[in-house]
């Protein structure tokens, strides 16, 4: 569904991305891993559309998406929930999640959509008239997985939704995106909390000072000593 | 004159100020661009006024419905010329760029108006100009009245549209992430060219209620974007009705200082406000 090859990105002089091909099939939860600084979410804004990249393809249902525009994309079915969330602080958490619908894909199902996101996220339904910033960490984590769902996506995106979470509340999203799979969408999932991620992912993929230095099942990365010492510590 | 009616008269002066700044926050808030042309639009909108009295012999306050959207369209075009250039770049270029082609515009419409119709001092006479209505001690000059209450139905509808319109709402959520508005599918290109259109439209509105119940010269531009700025940055960005309480405090604080020191020091109060909020309050009153 969706295939990078290639992928070269950069800020000015500084390389993010060297040559990095992966993919995600359609239903797939695929997991990328990798130290600070090592390039996930340039990766993820070059899919997105928000970064224009250097080199390489990425292909989504056999379109190329380069010279797509970011609000296109959304249309076509690819959405991101950004590092740091990126919520809209002055509005209400209902606001928020209905301009998720702005795309044209998502209004015919907004409603059944907000059903679905409220179901999810119980909580975000008792808070639905209260101005996002006033929401804890998780409650805005929450809402912003909210508005992308909202966008109907067929890929759903995610750039360490789990940073700054109380353990619980890790737990609680995870499992959400868990349910968001079985509902169909693909998710692509950036995440430090290694563990947690290869246990519910179905591959993976080891991201490296802008380059794949590993991939695998998610059991397989696990186990693999590489991945164990990098990222699972010692007592792991 | 009496405190009470130097007050009152600051008071619907100050409908007009608030106006003058929905304008001018909207841009700014929405594109991130300091519109320093924005006085000029509202003379060009008091002029559009003048011209539909004094042409077709409609009355004043009608010409609204003419100068309104002749000032949305202008917006449109004026988006399409020259800012719209502007916001393509990051902030430095944009900050510089945006203050040049501001600048120039300025002077270009200043010339513009000199050439059209003189640089002298006009505003438009109405029937019902002398009309007061009179409460107690106080008269109430019923043109300036309307004004105030147009200005108001002006900004609630503003707020309305902020609030309730699909693209309103994508506006604001540009004005409050623009990538995080890319996410969600809205094209915040057009969310800015769209914020410009209204604010331009609204200066246009705010000229024209100038020119009918204060007046206008060419060269008023300055004056009124420094006022407009006044307010923007008493009031904070985010909220149209804040603005407009803004622009009333401002109308009251500077009736009531030309009273306490005398009127040369009218225009003074205005910017030791801007000052002292800059200091004390830096995202102003109302702002979020
Ligand atoms: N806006 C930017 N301007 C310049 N360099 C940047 C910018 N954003 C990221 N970089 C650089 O690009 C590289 C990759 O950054 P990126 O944010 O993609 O890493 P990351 O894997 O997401 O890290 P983290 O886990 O800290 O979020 C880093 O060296 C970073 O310093
Ligand atoms: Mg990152």
């Known amino acids: 569904m969706l295939e990078i090859r290639d992928l070269v990105a950069a800020y000015g002089d500084v390389r993010a991305l060297s040559g990095v091909t992966l993919s995600v099939g359609s239903g797939e939860i695929v997991a990328l891993l990798g130290p600070n600084g090592a390039g996930k979410s340039t990766l993820l804004k070059s899919i997105a559309g928000l970064l224009r990249p250097r080199a390489g393809a990425i292909r989504w249902e056999g379109e190329d998406l380069r010279s797509v525009g970011a609000h296109l994309i959304v249309e076509r079915g690819l959405a991101m929930v950004p590092e740091g969330r990126r919520l809209f602080g002055s509005m209400t958490v209902e606001e928020n999640l209905e301009l998720g619908a702005f795309a044209a894909r998502a209004r015919p199902r907004k409603r059944a959509n907000l059903d679905r996101v409220y179901a999810l996220f119980p909580v975000l339904s008792e808070r639905r008239r209260q101005i996002v910033r006033a929401l804890s960490g998780g409650q805005q984590q929450m809402v912003a997985v909210g508005r992308a769902l909202m966008t109907n996506p067929k890929l759903l995106m995610l750039d360490e939704p789990s940073l700054g979470l109380a353990p619980r509340l890790v737990r609680s999203i995870l499992e959400a995106l868990v349910e968001i799979n079985r509902g169909g969408v693909a998710v692509f999932l950036v995440e430090q909390n290694v563990q947690a991620a290869l246990t519910l992912a179905h591959r993976g993929y080891v991201l490296e000072a802008g380059r794949i230095v590993g991939e695998g099942r998610g059991a397989d990365l696990l186990r693999d000593p590489h991945v164990r010492r990098a990222y699972l510590g010692p007592l792991a | ?288």
């Open chain 2, 1 to 288: 004159m009496i405190l009470a009616q130097q007050l009152l008269l600051g008071l619907l002066i100050g409908g007009i100020y608030g106006l003058a700044a929905a304008g001018l926050s909207l841009v700014f808030g929405v594109l991130k661009v300091l519109n320093v042309a924005h006085g000029e639009l509202i003379m060009l909108g008091g002029y559009g006024a003048f011209w539909a009295v004094a042409l077709l012999g409609i009355d004043p306050f009608a010409s609204l419905l003419l100068v309104l959207p002749l000032s949305l369209l202008l917006g449109l075009a004026l988006y399409w010329a020259l800012f719209g250039f502007v916001v393509r770049a990051d902030e430095e270029t944009r900050v510089k760029n945006s203050l040049l082609i501001g600048f120039g515009l300025a002077l270009a419409l200043h010339a513009l108006a000199v050439r059209l119709w003189t640089a002298d001092e006009r505003s438009i006479i109405t029937p019902y100009g002398g009309a007061v209505i009179s409460v107690g001690d106080l008269s109430i000059p019923v043109v300036r009245l309307l004004s105030l209450a147009l200005a108001f139905a002006l900004i609630g509808g503003l707020h309305l549209l902020l609030t309730h319109w699909r693209w309103g709402q994508a506006i604001r959520a540009t004005a409050d992430d623009w990538q995080a508005a890319l996410l969600t599918g809205i094209d915040v290109r057009r969310a800015y060219l769209l914020a410009f259109a209204i604010g331009t439209g609204l200066a246009g509105a705010a000229g024209t209620l100038v020119s009918i119940g204060y007046s206008i010269s060419p060269s008023i531009g300055l004056e009124w974007t420094l006022k407009a700025l006044i307010v923007v940055v008493l009031a904070g960005l985010g909220s149209m009705i804040g603005t407009f309480v803004g622009g009333l405090f401002l109308g009251l604080a500077e009736a009531a200082s030309a009273a306490a020191f005398g009127g040369p020091y009218r225009e003074v109060v205005g910017l030791v406000i801007f000052v002292v909020v800059l200091v004390l309050r830096p995202r102003g009153l109302f702002g979020r």
